[in-house]
């Protein structure tokens, strides 16, 4: 595709509600990140992906979020049981390169997730 | 603790001169350094990277210098335009991306 897209690009949650985000990367790409980026703030890393595999989660801020990309294309970052504190834009980015330098990330629109 | 820091969370410049963006990193592993721009509402767009074997990058108006030793980088547009306005965030790579808090620039006609 053209560029990394993010669905749905708002959701607004009650407390308590299972939310799941998606991202459709750049195709070809073999690394896909997520990040979450809090208002006013820069985007701090939640989890890796190489191909299929998650090579990193050490980012993720409870076990309530999850994250999967089974066949190694389209991602989804699940959230369980919300919390207001999980409000934020969700960015997820992929790059062309498995890891190493000059691997530039390339990133979606986000998600803005507005718990109530 | 923060390893990477945009100490100046905003920055005014007119248009025609030069804006001059900084970034301080603390973390001596980073071997790779981008700096996005973001408009509202959309996503971080790449701008330019420098690799940490060299000390400049130049692409167009944007010019990228790194100061190792300093643990410093900079970001130079010139000349600066209207459509430049923008937050823009340095970010240093040890695989995963470290951001910086942004500096959200004005350029002033």
């Known amino acids: 595709g053209a560029g990394v897209s993010q669905s749905p690009r708002y959701k607004v949650a009650k407390r308590g509600q299972d939310v799941a985000l998606r991202c459709d990367p750049i195709?070809?790409?073999?690394?896909l990140f997520w990040y979450q980026q809090a208002l006013g703030q820069g985007p701090e890393f939640l989890t890796y992906f190489q191909n299929e595999a998650q090579l990193d989660k050490s980012g993720l801020p409870s076990d309530r979020f999850f994250a999967e990309r089974p066949e190694g294309s389209v991602s989804t970052l699940k959230i369980q049981r919300t919390q207001q504190e999980d409000s934020a834009v969700y960015l997820c980015?992929?790059?062309?390169?498995?890891?190493?330098?000059?691997?530039?990330?390339?990133f979606g629109p986000g998600t803005r997730l507005t718990v109530l | 603790d923060q390893q990477v820091k945009q100490n100046s969370p905003s920055l005014s410049v007119q248009e025609g001169r030069i804006s001059i963006l900084n970034c301080d990193y603390t973390?001596?592993?980073?071997?790779?350094f981008l700096w996005y721009k973001k408009y509202p509402a959309e996503g971080p767009t790449f701008l330019i990277s420098?690799?940490?074997?060299?000390d400049k990058n130049e692409d167009g108006r944007f010019t990228v210098f790194l100061n190792k030793s300093a643990k410093h980088l900079s970001l130079h547009i010139v000349p600066s335009q209207p459509g430049d306005s923008a937050v823009y965030f340095c970010?240093?790579?040890?695989?995963?991306?470290?951001f910086g808090q942004g500096t959200r620039l004005t350029i002033n006609p």
């Open positions: 420098i690799s940490s074997i060299k």
């Open positions: 973390n001596s592993m980073f071997d790779y």
């Open positions: 195709s070809g790409h073999v690394s």
């Open positions: 980015a992929s790059s062309s390169l498995a890891g190493g330098v000059g691997d530039t990330q390339y």
């Open positions: 970010a240093a790579s040890a695989q995963k991306l470290v």
